[in-house]
């Protein structure tokens, strides 16, 4: 790893809040200033502020060239992941801060509770809480005489955040530059229990002995650098290691596509997979993590499913909810007075089922996605809507529906049509406060339903 001397310390300082390509273009070459290290160094700072504001504020933190800033995981998703690992090890006298594994929860759950228990929330805060970048991590280590190997380093992000929670925590990683790098930032962040190993991950693995976790972050491109999804095609190969993972650790967690059916995932790990976590943020899907662990019953158990959206999180046991969709069983209200729009990790879960009994709505069709009620819902993981009308795609339910309209924000789910088709048949601009869904209902009608945000 080159180390940035004085001249380009200073450059990087003076010049990080100004544009990248201007800089490249207009700066003007000091003697001792590398300057294709200052411009990585100043991008990489102006990306982490928004990504990865902590380590944004820490100085001394060495960026690595954009494609790996680009690629590497925010704060967000990497403090879920520390959350994750506290709460699996956490004392058994703290239960875990889960909903409870009886699945009776699910079966008793109302729209207005809330959706983990009063000493399960206290101890995902108490969780939040260990994993921020003090200058004391000491204090942050939770799980006394605990060891964690993340055997996929890279930029080591999630590294850093999962760390925290373990008084020993080993980085393993092939490439030297991003050993260098991870040295030199884990020193950075105060983490002094981090030990970085320059190595195949595979190979330490099978030559380690036992830790209480393990991280994997399978490398999804092909040897010709295409981007690849199934697990199978990822570097390493999950499947192939399963037993040396449950052999060698308590708990495995694994990071994979979002673009994964999580459903067949667990099916192919064969009865591992102890939980599902669906991970977005800003309303997009990030991640789908699995924890891999030894079955604990002779039967085998379905995993819980966690779904989170930024601070929306629902979880349940997939057991009890296989059926997806259940339309037929509960007939649309009457009053159609507000439309709900699940969250992206919901809508990869496809827990709708879920979302009708928890939340006290009502699907609006087969395969619609799309929830309405004659009453608002508190907490919806969701967006919500007023309906303001409903009507078809004849011209002069059309003209009702519009009354004059001249833009609208447009989307559509299980129709025959586009958005982009939508907005042209009804000439509307894009914008306002009107929200417009072109969906199917029960019994087969395309329908148009025009709402406002609340």
């Known amino acids: 790893m080159t180390i940035m001397n004085d001249e380009t310390r200073e450059f990087v300082a003076m010049h990080r809040n100004e544009d990248v390509r201007e800089l490249a273009l207009k700066a003007k070459r000091v003697e001792g200033l590398d300057l294709p290290l200052a411009l990585d160094q100043i991008a990489g700072w102006q990306i982490a502020r928004k990504k990865l504001p902590q380590w944004a504020s820490c100085e001394g933190i060495v960026y690595p060239p954009h494609i790996s800033m680009e690629q590497c995981s925010s704060q967000f998703t990497a403090q879920y992941k520390s959350e994750i690992a506290q709460t699996l090890l956490a004392p058994a006298a703290t239960v875990r801060a889960r909903v409870s594994d009886s699945g009776e929860s699910d079966n008793q759950t109302t729209k207005s509770e809330p959706q983990l228990s009063d000493s399960a929330e206290s101890v995902m805060q108490t969780a939040k809480s260990a994993f921020q970048l003090s200058d004391s991590p000491e204090s942050d280590t939770l799980v006394a005489r605990s060891s964690m190997v993340d055997l996929t380093g890279g930029f080591g992000v999630d590294f850093s955040y999962l760390a925290r929670g373990f008084s020993q925590a080993t980085y393993v990683e092939r490439q030297r530059h991003l050993c260098d790098l991870a040295e030199h930032n884990m020193a950075a962040l105060g983490l002094d229990q981090a030990r970085i190993v320059c190595g195949d991950g595979v ?29 199978e095609d990822c570097t390493p190969n999950v499947f192939e290691l399963r ?48 924890v891999l662990g030894q079955q604990v019953h002779e039967e085998p158990s379905a995993p819980r499913v966690f779904c989170v959206n930024d601070n929306q999180r629902i979880d349940y046991d997939s057991a009890a909810y296989t059926q997806g969709l259940r339309i037929g069983g509960k007939p649309l209200p009457e009053a159609k007075n507000y439309l709900y729009e699940p969250n992206a990790s919901i809508m990869k879960a ?69 958005a982009p088709q939508l907005r042209k048949k009804l000439k509307l601009a894009d914008g306002g406060p009107v929200y417009l869904f072109g969906t199917t209902m029960q019994g087969c009608d395309h329908v148009l339903l025009r709402t406002s945000k609340i």
């Not at 190979?203 to 199934?230: C, K, N, W």
């Not at 040396?244 to 667990?266: C, G």
């Not at 709505?361 to 809507?385: E, I, K, M, N, Y």
Request: hydrophobic share 40%; charged share 25%.
């Open 203 to 231: 190979e330490y693995l099978r030559q380690m002995g036992p830790v209480d976790f393990i991280y994997l972050d399978p490398a999804r491109r092909d040897e010709h650098g295409s981007r690849t999804y199934a697990i």
């Open 243 to 290: 037993d040396l993972l449950l052999a060698k650790s308590q708990y495995t967690l694994v990071k994979l596509s979002p673009m994964l059916d999580w459903r067949k995932a667990v099916a192919d790990f064969d009865g591992a997979v102890r939980e599902v976590h669906i991970v977005a943020t800003g309303n997009e899907c990030k991640e789908l993590l699995l």
């Open 350 to 418: 496809g827990c709708f089922d879920l979302v009708e009994e928890r939340f006290g709505v009502t699907q609006v069709g087969p395969s619609s996605h799309l929830f309405v009620s004659a009453t608002p819902v508190a907490d919806f993981p969701g967006r919500g809507f007023a309906i303001e009308a409903i009507g078809g795609m004849n011209k002069k339910d059309i003209k009702r529906l519009l009354n004059g309209t001249k833009q609208a924000n447009i989307a559509v789910r299980n129709f025959p049509l586009t």
